[in-house]
């Protein structure tokens, strides 16, 4: 068989980032992803329940889809749910349907708004750290944007907590020990892990929880829903096993 005989169509996805926290040399910096439509070895990886009871089938799939030559864990969380919604729009189409209580909802996923990196927010372009100053306390953080191998060291070491406490619930602390990389200027690593949980306010967590949310580069999985008074609301759009199996029936 002739070499490229068969071509199979992609498309460039624009990354919520602009590829401006990833270094200059990264294929990321580009800000773009290019990405192939969905085949008939993907619906393999989907249905693969090796890959579903380790809980990597997303990834296996998205790695699969995904053409330019990238390090899959560099990608920031905001960049891969780009890529994530891409490749449902790319294998299933735009229309998505779920349950609301008893109706069922389709809504184009096309229109979900993306928030894009606001570049003044960024210490220096292509570099992975910001600037955030606490209001309560005053105490100045630098900060980055956690990506897949964050998040995966994450999740091990949540995993290693429930194994000595089973009732361990730290996920919001250790999320912020991996995202602060400096306090006051100190980038020690056991000091910041001492600071997280022994200085760090409840409220001044929650506003810097409260920042985040309107400022990581992200798509916003939410629509607009017409209520049964004819109001038009804002919706958050689940993200259910239909999503990547429209024909399951769930």
């Known amino acids: 068989m002739e070499e490229n005989k068969f071509k199979f169509p992609t498309e ?42 380790q809980g990597i089938v997303l990834e296996k799939l998205l790695k699969s889809l995904i053409v330019s030559k990238i390090d899959y864990d560099d990608l920031i969380v905001g960049d891969k749910n780009m890529v994530m919604v891409a490749a449902r729009i790319l294998g299933y189409g735009k229309d998505y349907s779920f349950k ?6 389709t809504v184009d996923l096309t229109d979900c708004p993306t928030r894009y990196l606001d570049e003044s927010n960024l210490i220096e372009p292509h570099v992975n750290s910001f600037e955030y100053t606490f209001p309560s306390s005053g105490n100045k953080i630098t900060y980055k944007l956690l990506n897949n191998k964050d998040e995966k060291n994450i999740q091990a070491e949540l995993e290693g907590l429930k194994k000595i406490d ?15 990389t400096s306090v006051n200027g100190n980038s020690d690593k056991k000091d910041i ?16 929880r409260d920042h985040l949310r309107t400022t990581q580069p992200d798509i916003e999985l939410v629509s607009k829903y017409t209520n049964a008074e004819g109001v038009k609301e804002d919706i958050n759009i689940p993200v259910t096993v239909s999503f990547f199996w429209p024909d399951s029936g769930i």
């Open 12 to 53: 460039m996805v624009e990354l919520p980032s602009k590829g401006l926290i990833y270094p200059k040399d990264n294929p990321l910096s580009s800000g773009t992803i290019e990405m192939k439509y969905m085949t008939a070895k993907e619906e393999d990886i989907l249905t693969n329940q090796n890959y579903i009871k």
């Open 166 to 180: 089973k009732n361990s619930s730290a996920e919001l602390s250790t999320r912020l020990k991996y995202m602060i």
């Open 100 to 105: 609301l209580g008893d109706e069922t909802i």
């Open 193 to 208: 892990r001492e600071f997280v949980d022994n200085f760090l306010l409840a409220k001044d967590s929650k506003n810097f």
